[in-house]
């Protein structure tokens, strides 16, 4: 019987380097000869489409505006809960490690901004299984924003610098609920060279042993 694989998720602003550290980290662990995964949320499943929709900003709510708050943090949390069926628990059943872009601290850092409360998102965020370990990259808002910039792409519905600010806060206030949880979490200066950063989260990734 193969042994579960590890389930690993890396966190940030937008424009941490979370994409790029999820990719990293899959190449280094195949590498190793370790069979690895790299998901994100949203999902490719369809929960998640539709969230992707939502944050291209090219499809509103039923009343034709914005939509609502709480609504969106339902389809996030519904989205995990399919992703965590459809892909992750099976390939980590399967001995694969799975590495995620984003989980469930993404909805209790930008979820509880949107909607003001975050115990609700952490309830309703309730039935996802926690991650092996969870790494934050940190990086000032200020940075990350130049980073989105230099990467060209049009802004999505949360990246405007003002909320994005107000996100950093509220991701160091949901790493220290997270941690009250009892989650596993390491935080890392994500504003380091790609590469140092990629060799710390391996460093965190080999510290962690095989459930
Ligand atoms: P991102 O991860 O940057 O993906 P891409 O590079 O494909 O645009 O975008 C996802 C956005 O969704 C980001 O702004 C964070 C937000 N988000 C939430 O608000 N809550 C969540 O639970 C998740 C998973 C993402």
Do not use: K
């Not at 042994?3 to 424009?15: C, N, P, Q, S, T």
């Not at 499809?59 to 995990?80: T, V």
């Not at 926690?130 to 230099?150: E, K, S, Y």
């Amino acid at each position: 019987m193969s042994r579960a694989g590890r389930f690993i998720v890396l966190e940030g602003l937008d424009g941490a380097g979370t994409t790029t550290q999820s990719r990293l980290l899959g190449e280094r662990l195949r590498g190793l000869g370790r069979r690895a995964h790299v998901t994100a949320e949203p999902s490719g499943g369809p929960v998640g489409a539709l969230l992707r929709q939502v944050l291209q900003q090219r499809i509103n709510g039923g009343g034709g505006g914005g939509f609502d708050p709480s609504a969106l943090a339902l389809l996030f949390a519904a989205d995990r809960l399919d992703h965590l069926s459809a892909e992750v628990l099976p390939r980590l059943a399967a001995g694969e490690d799975v590495i995620s872009d984003r989980y469930t601290l993404s909805s209790l850092a930008y979820q509880s901004l949107t909607t003001g409360d975050a115990r609700w998102v952490a309830e309703v965020n309730g039935l996802a299984r926690a991650p092996d370990l969870t790494i934050f990259l940190r990086v000032r808002a200020r940075l990350a924003l130049v980073r989105r910039r230099g990467a060209g792409t049009t802004p999505e519905l949360y990246e405007v610098d003002a909320f994005q600010r107000r996100v950093a806060r509220s991701y160091e206030r949901a790493l220290v609920s997270l941690r009250a949880s009892g989650q596993r979490i390491a935080v890392l200066d994500g504003e380091q060279p790609v590469a140092q950063v990629a060799d710390a989260v391996a460093a965190l990734v080999a510290a962690l042993r095989r459930r």
